[in-house]
């Protein structure tokens, strides 16, 4: 970063090139002409835990409060295909999310709620498939078409294998299976964002804002390879891409990195897919603050951090918005720190005055450098992946691991040595800290959640039910889309678990090679 900001810092910068007008090519200033003025970035709360009643009872007291879309959290045992009764789920389950075994599951999920009424976001990648067809089923029994269903799958399996590890197959039979979900939607769900490309995990392993950028972009190159070598053309699926970043504590860094990724995502879909429809080029994006931030030391500081990054996320031009609660380092949230967490969201938009202009600091000597220097280093990045063969084969050889090591090794580094200041942890800190509410989950509720599982095999027609599951297996030794398949399964009540294991017995399980 340089040490003084001037007019100078913005001579490389040329108006109609590298900004535009927002709402245009490249779309720097924002996709939309008018941004917050015509209509406020979605409030989309990240919720889910225990049983889906308990879950169902969170979102309508968040819809209640404001929320203008939902977003679920799931289980672990939920994320890599295991039903709670497995015996690799025990003390997992409804722990970091909501425990969904079935269709019966995810239909109490959304009890009372119109699917037709609400967008929904679901952070779900190796299992997408199943969870997708499962609001599908439920979407069925409400009576609902698939056309006004609106909502996000994040279905992003390739930053499994970089950052977060819930992965169960290869990532061939996994691209595979991203590429049958845009295919699919693209025809029978039209407005359904088919893949929410994350960074977020990324900087949580520790990356650094240009790694963030870089790594997620390289994904998205990597999905658009896969699915125009699935036979799509770039502009029947790339419209429904989307993308999901974090806020950090660097105001104006990240600023400048929602507003470089976006500008460099519009020069590669024109440049290098020869993308035609502008909505190919747009960078769509939600934003979540910074989990990896928040302190477990004097807690309420992390309402200060939060408002930061939430923020920073607004006057980076993000399409929905999901604020951490104060307590996320202690627990699952509780109702008040939840709620605190949204009121966050609702002073930045009513009383802050910053969604009144569209990309307000732009010009500023400082955010079109920080701009500059981000997209160029990411750039740089790219032509790395490039050169080794692209990204699939980058995360083969261990390259983005290693580079994401290093750079959380040297962020902790200096930590230690007090060159980097975390307030309550290396300094300011305080003699005895206040205790805070936290959120526990009853052990009885995994107990419950097993017998559920175990009474739907018992109740459903077992014979419907297995020639699913076999039609499904069959299916996956061909080029069939599997999505179908699959939704034909768990119509038929099979449970996620196992789906997965049918799937499982034809592609196998990835096991992950040491990086060092």
Not at 259 to 264: D, G, I, K, T
Request: a negative charge; proline letters at 4%; glycine letters at 6%.
């Amino acid at each position: 970063m340089p040490v003084d900001f001037n007019p100078s810092n913005t001579d490389r910068v040329d108006y109609e090139d590298d900004l535009g007008a927002p709402g245009q090519f490249p779309y720097t200033r924002g996709i939309y002409p008018n941004m917050y003025r015509g209509r406020l970035w979605t409030m989309r709360q990240y919720a889910g835990y225990a049983t889906a009643e308990e879950s169902n009872a969170r979102y309508k007291y968040l819809l209640s409060q404001g929320t203008t879309g939902l977003s679920v959290a799931f289980d672990l045992p939920t994320q890599i295909g295991l039903d709670s009764d497995d015996p690799l789920a025990a003390g997992e389950v409804g722990k970091v999310g909501v425990a969904i075994d079935s269709l019966d599951d995810m239909r109490r999920l959304f009890e009372d709620i119109p699917l037709d009424q609400v967008s929904t976001s679901m952070t779900i990648n190796a299992t997408a498939a199943i969870l997708l067809s499962l609001y599908l089923a439920v979407a069925r029994k409400q009576n609902i078409s698939f056309n006004k269903l609106r909502g996000t799958l994040q279905n992003d399996i390739l930053k499994e294998y970089i950052a977060r590890g819930t992965y169960i197959y290869p990532p061939a039979p996994s691209l595979r299976l991203v590429t049958d979900i845009f295919s699919y939607c693209a025809d029978e769900v039209p407005n359904w964002n088919t893949i929410s490309i994350s960074g977020y995990h990324i900087r949580e392993a520790g990356s650094t804002a240009v790694q963030e950028v870089a790594f997620t972009l390289a994904d998205g190159i990597a999905y658009v390879d896969a699915a125009i070598a699935a036979g799509l053309t770039v502009d029947e699926f790339a419209p429904r891409i989307s993308f999901f970043f974090n806020a950090h504590n660097n105001l104006l860094e990240e600023i400048a990195k929602f507003r470089a990724a976006r500008r460099l995502w519009a020069r590669i879909m024109r440049e290098r897919f020869n993308a035609q429809d502008p909505r190919s080029m747009m960078l769509r994006f939600h934003t979540q603050t910074a989990g990896s931030s928040l302190t477990a030391q004097q807690p309420e500081v992390n309402v200060v951090r939060t408002t930061i990054q939430a923020l920073a996320a607004v006057l980076g031009g993000t399409q929905s918005l999901h604020t951490n609660s104060m307590d996320e380092a202690l627990a699952l949230p509780t109702e008040a720190a939840a709620r605190l967490a949204l009121r966050t969201q609702q002073v930045i938009a009513f009383e802050s005055g910053v969604a009144d202009t569209t990309d307000p600091l732009a010009g500023s000597y400082a955010i079109e450098q920080l701009t500059n220097e981000v997209e160029e280093a990411a750039a740089e990045y790219l032509q790395k992946i490039d050169g080794l063969g692209g990204m699939l084969r980058a995360i083969e050889k261990g390259y983005v691991q290693r580079e994401i090591q290093e750079a959380a090794y040297r962020y902790q580094k200096a930590i230690e040595s007090n060159d980097a200041v975390v307030v309550g942890v290396n300094r300011f800190q305080v003699e005895s800290e206040q205790q805070v509410q936290t959120l526990r989950i009853d052990p009885a509720r995994e107990r419950e959640q097993i017998e559920r599982v175990r009474a739907v095999r018992q109740t459903r027609n077992p014979k419907v039910a297995l020639k699913a599951l076999e039609k499904l297996q069959q299916a996956a030794t061909t080029a069939e889309n599997l999505v179908p398949r699959i939704l034909e399964c768990v119509e038929a009540h099979a449970t996620v678990g196992e789906i997965s294991y049918r799937l499982r017995k034809v592609w196998g399980e990835y096991r992950e090679t040491s990086t060092v």
